[in-house]
Structure formats: structure tokens, C-alpha cells
């Protein structure tokens, strides 16, 4: 029989007990949480969704990620009644969507106009470049130094938004997180066109494929479900909806946006096992990450890859005596990249959950379009097994030996970006958790050059991704200060290189600001300023967030700061839903229609939570 202890160990589910004196503790949902959800949720796992943000999402979705997502190892040691009673006490209440109903645009501005896409995914074109032209962006630098918000939008039930928008013509299409639909926007006023309702929380950016057989053009979506959505961008109507999912038993989930390319659309696949092996009863670990390719007409399945074999029993048991599996892990988790010279798909890895360690985690690899077969592989950090259980203060018994593996959770959550110079040479640029930043031939993946900014790690490093310019790369930092990184060590900020040569150009340290009432808004301000969020280049300025809310505007050239706003704070909105800004994570900075566009709130790692979409215009004197 299992022991109280053993339980309570399996199940890092959720959030801290100390949150627990918020809600109604006579619920009897809260002696389930208080039993089985602390141990791990205590505050020293940076990993643990906050109670804002779990409190967010739907019965449904939580029931869900028990049974049958990310957390149904951990979920399985409870009992019908206890996984009842603590989804009915962490339940949000049913969300009703008058907000939406309330900001709909009048009859005659419903229908989008799609001439023009300067956002065609969240990397802005098939390269994933995250760069706009002043044609493309419509603005320009000098704008860019004097902006004022046009509009604000407030999510209801919201506690984090991560997605980037598409952005053609007059209208953005923005998956609007935990509320579960996909929104066309109007830019510049901020109403709403039509509303698409996906059944689950959408956890991705958007991609728009090319013009069906038909004359429909399909936005392409994932949910928490790991499901793939195609929706007409004219109508908001539903085209197809296919499962997205690798392996139809293995806890997965949808994180990178999809890639379009002709009739193929890419859907990067990250299952790894990870949150499962916190459970020490799991048999760490069986999943592993994968591509697909689905025909864009019909959603049906053409080619797969996996990033590592099917595991097996190594023979080894963990020091629980659970019998232990692999290989497992090199999830892929960020936005695959299509190299049209070469036929080729970049994909970039995360590390391995078990051993034994491979070839192709932390790694960036070249796929061909056509099969989906490999080209080359390029490993930037070999023997690196890393899990949930590597977490905390102790580690658990599925965390990998040290004595086989480095352990450093060393992951690529950005893309590889195929980038021609001037001159006519081809290179491929990446950034990495561990601080690092590749330049590449795309040829065979063998390194031109390679930079180091700070320690990296967990929340170190170079989180979701580069900037292009076209001669120059921008990388962000975030690295998070603490006991074994004091401030003098932290390399957060924004770096910027010479593409042909690798040469550093300029850099911006960030510093903390605390002041004028920031201490309140963010509580870790003096420790949690670093830039996590993939930036973006707008007519040569570079637009990045920072993890405490504030939005930078950088000259590309020089480093000057152009702009500086303090998006951690209320908003008034144009649909009434109470609006305010938190930290800015992920893809959450766009540009297009003349505008910027900032989702502010992350509530995640410790992070500050938020619901506001704010959309940024050049300032009218």
C-alpha cells in the first residue's frame, strides 16, 4: 500500500498551500489539495503554475490534464471522488462570452480584409525572421520613439497570454488563451469581427497557410488538448480539426505555432514524459518528441518523425525500485523554420527525460520537406537528461544520475532561422538555454561561429527565440538572479551580433526598477528583470519585454533605448473586462498595421500574471 508521503509526493500538480487561506477551505476539494498538491508546490518548484493561473482554466480542461494530459500519471493515484472534488474546488466558474458579444464590430465590419499579410506566424514569415519592413510593419523607426495606446483589450478568466498574432490586412487574428477562442480583431479599433471557440485552452501562436483548391485560407491553431485546428480566416468558420498528437498514448502537448508551407502544415510535437517523472512511481520516461506534416486541405496525417526511438526498459531500476526507461525526451517545443533554397525544415530539441542520453536532444536538425527524413543533426549540448524530478531542493528518484548525465536542462525553445547575407552566403542562426547563440552552415550544419551570454539553465539563457535584421542578430537573456547568481553575474538583457562575422555590436544590461510603486505591482522586480519573450524587429528598432512588464524599443544599430512603457499596471478597456499588465514571456510582442501589439501577463516560474492585450500606435500630436 502506498504511504501518505509516498502520495503526496506523486502529485505536483498545482500550487503553493499557502494560497490555500485564499479560497474556501471547507471546500472538499481543499483537504484533496492540501494532501497531495504541497510537497511540490510549496514555492521551490519555479516550474508550478500559480493559483491564478490554474484557477483560469475550465472543469474541463482540468479534468483533462488529470485523466489524460500533461499531469494523468500524477492524476492516477486518485481516486475518482478526490480528482472530483479538487477540479470542482479549482475550477474556474463558467465564463460567459458576453464579453465577446459586447465588443463585436457593427454588422458592416465583420469581414476581414486579408490583402496585405505582413504576420503571416509568429515568426512573421516561413524563416521565422521576426522581422517587418516600415511597407510591412507600417512604421517606421522614428515612430517607433513616441507611441500611445490605442486600445486595450482585457481577457476575462485570463491569468497569461504567450501567442502572437497573425496580422493581415486590417484585422489580427490573436488566440486568446485560456478563453479558448480565436479572435479576428479590427487593429486599429480593437473590436471584434468573429470569435472562434476551439473547446480548450489555446496554448500556441497562429500560422496562415496558403489559399485552398476552394478560395478559403486557412488559420491554423493548436489547443491543450493537442488537437489542430484549420479555420476559415473570412468566416471564423471550422475547416477540419484533426488530433496533433504523435502518439495517441503519450502525455503531449502543442507549444511551437505551426509552419505552412505550400499544402503541408508542420506541427512540432513536445512529449517527453517530464512532469510525469515527478510522480517517483512513474516508470520514467516513454515520450518523445516528433514532427507531422498534414495535408492543409484535409488535416490528414503525410509524414511523422520522432526525435528519438520508442523507449525500453534499460534494465535499471530508480532508487524507488520502479524499473526505469528510455530513451526518451528532445521534445520540440519551439517553431519549426523552412529553409526554400534547400527544401529543408529546421527543427530545434529540447534535452533528454531519461537515459540513456541521444544524438539529437538540444540539438538543431535539418528535415527534408518532402519525407520528413533527416538531413543532418547538429548537438549543442550532449548527455543532458533532465526532468521534473530534478527540481526543488531534492531531487526525486527519477531524476537521471549525475554520474551519466550533465543535468543543466539545456533546451532550444527558439528556432533556427535561416538568414542570407549581402554577399550571398547563407547562414543559420539559433539561441539556446544555455546562453549560448549558433550561427550554422545550413548546409551541413557544421558551426561558423558561436557566441556565450551568461550561465543559462532552467530559466536562463535565451528562452524563445532570436531577431533578424537582415545583417544583424538580436538575442535576448533572461537569466533571473539568485543565491548562485548574484547581480554581478546575471547577463539579462538584450545582445546584438554581426550575422557574417559573429563580432558583438552592442548590449543592454537590464537593471531592476522598483520604483514608483513597482515594488507592490511586481513582487521579484529586483530579481526578476531579465527578457524572456522572443523580440522583434520593426524597420531596424528592436521591440523586446522584459519578465517585469516593461516594453522596450531599441535602436538596432546603436543600442539606444527609444522607447520605455510600463505595461504592469491597469489599462482601461474598450470591452469593460478589468485589464492589467504583468510580466511579458514568450511570443507575446507583435507588430503589423501600423501598430505594436503586447500580450502582458505570464503566471508562470513565478512570474507576474495578466490578462491585457494592449495595441501601441505612433503618438497623435
Not at 241 to 267: Q, S
Amino acid at each position: 500500500m502506498r504511504t501518505f508521503q509516498t502520495l503526496s509526493a506523486t502529485l505536483c500538480l498545482l500550487v503553493a498551500p499557502a494560497l490555500l487561506a485564499q479560497t474556501d477551505a471547507s471546500h472538499p476539494g481543499a483537504p484533496v489539495y492540501d494532501a497531495f498538491c504541497a510537497v511540490c508546490h510549496d514555492g521551490t518548484n519555479p516550474r508550478a503554475p500559480t493559483l491564478e493561473s490554474l484557477r483560469s482554466f475550465s472543469r474541463e480542461t482540468l479534468s483533462y490534464t488529470l485523466t489524460a494530459g500533461v499531469m494523468s500519471e500524477q492524476g492516477q493515484v486518485l481516486s475518482d471522488e478526490q480528482r472530483s472534488a479538487v477540479v470542482d474546488f479549482l475550477a474556474a466558474d463558467e465564463m460567459s462570452t458576453d464579453w465577446i458579444a459586447d465588443n463585436l464590430c457593427s454588422n458592416g465590419q465583420r469581414v476581414p480584409n486579408l490583402d496585405g499579410v505582413a504576420v503571416l506566424t509568429a515568426g512573421v514569415d516561413q524563416r521565422f525572421s521576426r522581422q517587418l519592413s516600415s511597407v510591412q510593419g507600417g512604421l517606421e523607426k522614428a515612430d517607433l520613439a513616441n507611441l500611445e495606446v490605442a486600445w486595450a483589450l482585457g481577457l476575462p478568466g485570463v491569468s497569461g497570454l504567450r501567442s502572437s498574432p497573425v496580422i493581415a490586412g486590417d484585422t489580427l487574428f490573436y488566440p486568446a488563451a485560456v478563453t479558448g477562442h480565436l479572435l479576428a480583431i479590427a487593429a486599429d479599433t480593437g473590436c471584434i469581427r468573429w470569435a472562434y471557440d476551439a473547446g480548450a485552452p489555446l496554448r500556441a501562436s497562429a500560422t496562415l497557410a496558403e489559399a485552398l483548391a476552394d478560395g478559403r485560407r486557412p488559420l491554423i491553431i493548436t489547443d491543450e488538448y493537442t488537437r489542430v485546428h484549420a479555420v476559415d480566416a473570412l468566416s471564423g468558420e471550422a475547416i477540419w480539426r484533426v488530433p496533433g498528437a504523435f502518439e495517441a498514448d503519450a502525455a503531449t502537448r502543442l507549444t511551437g505555432a505551426p509552419l505552412a508551407v505550400g499544402n503541408k502544415i508542420i506541427i512540432p510535437v513536445s512529449a517527453s514524459g517530464s512532469s510525469r517523472a515527478a510522480n517517483p512511481e512513474y516508470e520514467c520516461c516513454e515520450g518523445r518528441g516528433a514532427v507531422l506534416a498534414l495535408d492543409a486541405a484535409t488535416g490528414e496525417r503525410l509524414w511523422a518523425w520522432a526525435t528519438v526511438p520508442p523507449a525500453e526498459y534499460t534494465g535499471q531500476l530508480s532508487p524507488a525500485g520502479v524499473r526505469l526507461r528510455g530513451p526518451s525526451g528532445a521534445p520540440v517545443w519551439s517553431n519549426p523554420t523552412y529553409d526554400e533554397k534547400r527544401g529543408q525544415v529546421y527543427i530545434t530539441t529540447g534535452e533528454n527525460s531519461s537515459l540513456p542520453t541521444t544524438g539529437t536532444s538540444n540539438a538543431i536538425i535539418a528535415l527534408d520537406l518532402a519525407s520528413g527524413e533527416p538531413r543532418w543533426v547538429f548537438q549543442a549540448v550532449a548527455n543532458d537528461a533532465w526532468n521534473m524530478a530534478c527540481t526543488g531542493a531534492d531531487t526525486g528518484p527519477n531524476c537521471p544520475s549525475a554520474e551519466f548525465s550533465i543535468r543543466t536542462d539545456a533546451d532550444f525553445g527558439g528556432s533556427a532561422i535561416p538568414v542570407t547575407l549581402p554577399d550571398g552566403r547563407d547562414v543559420l542562426l539559433a539561441g539556446q538555454k544555455s546562453g549560448h547563440l549558433w550561427a550554422l552552415n545550413p548546409d551541413d550544419g557544421s558551426v561558423i561561429w558561436q557566441h556565450r551570454r551568461g550561465e543559462g539553465g532552467s530559466l536562463g539563457g535565451n528562452h524563445w527565440g532570436v531577431a533578424v535584421d537582415g545583417t544583424r542578430v538580436f538575442m535576448t537573456i533572461n537569466d533571473p538572479l539568485s543565491s548562485s547568481r548574484p547581480a554581478a553575474q546575471s547577463m539579462a538583457g538584450v545582445y546584438a551580433f554581426d550575422i557574417a562575422s559573429g563580432e558583438p555590436l552592442w548590449s543592454y544590461r537590464a537593471v531592476p526598477d522598483c520604483d514608483n510603486g513597482r515594488q507592490q505591482r511586481i513582487p521579484r522586480c529586483d530579481s526578476r528583470y531579465g527578457f524572456s519573450a522572443l523580440p522583434i524587429v520593426v524597420d531596424g528598432a528592436v521591440v523586446a519585454g522584459s519578465i517585469d512588464g516593461r516594453l522596450f524599443v531599441f535602436d538596432g544599430e546603436t543600442g539606444e533605448i527609444l522607447y520605455q512603457l510600463d505595461t504592469a499596471t491597469e489599462f482601461p478597456t474598450i470591452n469593460g473586462v478589468p485589464a492589467h499588465g504583468g510580466s511579458i514571456d514568450s511570443q507575446s510582442v507583435s507588430a503589423g498595421a501600423g501598430m505594436i501589439f503586447v500580450g502582458s501577463g505570464y503566471a508562470r516560474f513565478g512570474q507576474d500574471e495578466g490578462n491585457l492585450l494592449l495595441a501601441l500606435r505612433p503618438a497623435r500630436n
